[in-house]
């Protein structure tokens, strides 16, 4: 049965639409979908049932198109895993598709005529398979085993993977099908952890084909691991980690990211919400993430959530949570989810429905610029946010304000009847349904250290009087209940304890600075950020503080990648460096010896030079700085960072020219430092 008519939601619908519902399990919440897939053109979308059945609807009109029947399953009036098509893909040309089910194997139909082609892996499970995007291969669990097959050669088997003694989860290729990535079990894999990197057949060499690369320490049961679309990162879903004497069902379920090179963890991602079972869930009552998914571009990723029906949607260049949606009902978990090439994203699971919305993706600004002076302020007009994000009955509204700076500020407004004393405890738990409502703003800091957090705001109805202010989407206890003054626009830094508001910046580069409110009716109009503990921005600008701070992004280019002087090496011994490493200056080198880049910049005006550089010794060496051969600082400071792999940055502010630009640093009467890049940011003809 086919629902056309909307369904309510728990965020703003600008990022998620909803499109339509489909029930197709006639049991309801006593069946299940575990399986569902777009085809690669968008026209098709085949989900299953808790019966071993999948059904093929054309996405246009959801008319149903097939039924593919893998196995007769009787109905025992719960959820049963032997009826559970766990696994549906499509080929590159969506003329097959692929059906895995427990202890059936892996079935390949042909998508227009429904006729059953191939039946592989007879009397295994199968809870992952995938057909390659370049069109060669298909890869499919069975059981602890993974065996590839050549689609262009009668499925014949070509390479058999050994991954665990339990089962494999999932299998995901890489967009460029060089890779093949498998999340499996944790029951003593095979002297490898339970998430598995592959080569794939892509080497002229044949003994580099499936060959085994690296595994990534995922702590528990790996459910499903995909490549991102640019090859930098897995992303693993699955069970947290627990002790012999913890319930299963009081254990969140995990999601992490890796880089997908190093194997280094990137992010974990916090989830929280319900962790009860209903009484005729899946047996194990184990709470798991169960499925994780990419948008089209890499630059979002879908987690299924707990066992609360909930969606959250994840922006990858800093993993802030920015959406959320109920996507099945409550206590019943998502299963499965998928994302079509136009950007529609199908959501199954033991509602036994499937939820599909339109992704709206939001627009990825630039991040915001410090201004490189000694007080390394960061001034941000909060309406001008990343992220807006409606939470646990609240939400931050726009108000137009003529006695604001800009004109507009936000004020915490409830959307529902949730209490102002649920939100003072919950800000920043990984439950959309009751944190307090967040804005993101994407900072990209330029100096280590203690800023100083001033507020410029006022005191809303219900005596609302305070905020929170986070770091990438962690409560910070310094910057917890910054108190708001009274009728009038004022600037605050003290918090409830009357010390002064501040957060602890430790790495260079990008942070998420998160406002959040603690009480309802408060209004908020700018932040300030600053290294300088004696700035008053109430003596600024008439009370309104400095200007805002500009967004801009940066160009990178490594130093290794630049034109070395005689004399100068490529090293990597230093860890904490960007790129294949960085360049040294050694003391042999004589007087006259340069670093220098070429750069092309569209437009001539200003820019921030931004040297990223380490320097173990306890005296500055300073160097000349040139751009196009003209001397523009004789004696650039470049002082001690404490020790040779404590990397930080030194900024100048220079003239280029539209086109093409040389940037030189030379050493001449000292030994220069160790320099790992120079960043290159245009600043606006409107920033003095």
Known sequence: MVIFVPFGTSFNETILTPLYKI???????LGATDGLAFSNDGSFLAASDNLANAYLYRESDLTLQQQFNHTTIAFAGRHQSDGEINAIDFSVDDKLMLTGVNDNGTKVWDVKTGALLYHLNQGTNTDGAAFSP??????????????????????????????????VNTVDWSKDSEFLILAADDGAPINKSGVQLYTTGNSINPAENWQFIRDYNYPDIAKSARISPDNQYVAVSGRGPHGPNTPDNTVPGLVLIYDLQTGELVADLKHQGNLLPQPLDDRDRRVFIEEIAWTPDGNYLFTSGLIDGVARIYRAKDWSLVGYVQAQDTNRAIEKIDISVDGKVAFGGDEGAVYVYQFNAPEILDPIQSDRSPNNLV?????????????????????NDATASGGKAVQAIATTN??????????????????????DFRVN?????????WVRGREGFLGGNSVHVGLNGEEVATAERIRIGDNNWGWDNQNRSRAAATIQITELGESTVNLFMREVGTSVDKIL????????????????????????????????????????????????????????????VGNNVSLEWTVNVANAGNYFLDFGYANGRNFDRPMELSVNNAVVDPSISFESTGSWSNWEINSSTVSLAGGTNTIKLTANSIQGADFDYLDLVAVPPTVV
């Open 23 to 29: 029930q197709v399990d006639p049991a309801g919440t």
């Open 445 to 453: 800091f330029t100096e280590t250290g203690t800023y100083y957090v």
């Open 134 to 167: 370049n069109g060669k291969w298909m890869a499919a669990a069975a059981n602890g085993m993974v065996k590839v097959f050549d689609v262009q050669n009668n499925f014949v088997e070509i390479a058999s993977i050994n991954a665990s003694s339990d089962e």
């Open 379 to 399: 001034t941000i007009e909060v309406e001008n946010n990343d992220t807006n994000l409606s939470q646990g009955g609240f939400t931050w509204l726009d108000r």
């Open 418 to 439: 949730t209490t102002i004393d649920q939100i003072d405890t919950n800000f920043s738990t990984g439950d959309p349904l009751v944190d307090s409502p967040k804005l």
């Open 529 to 588: 950020l600053t290294t300088n503990p004696n700035l008053d921005p109430n003596l600024v600008n008439g009370g309104l503080g400095p200007n805002e701070s500009f967004r801009a992004s940066s160009t990178r280019f490594e130093a290794e990648d630049a034109l070395l002087g005689v004399g100068l090496n490529v090293a990597s011994d230093n860890p904490g460096f960007s790129g294949t490493g960085f360049v040294e200056f050694p003391g042999r």
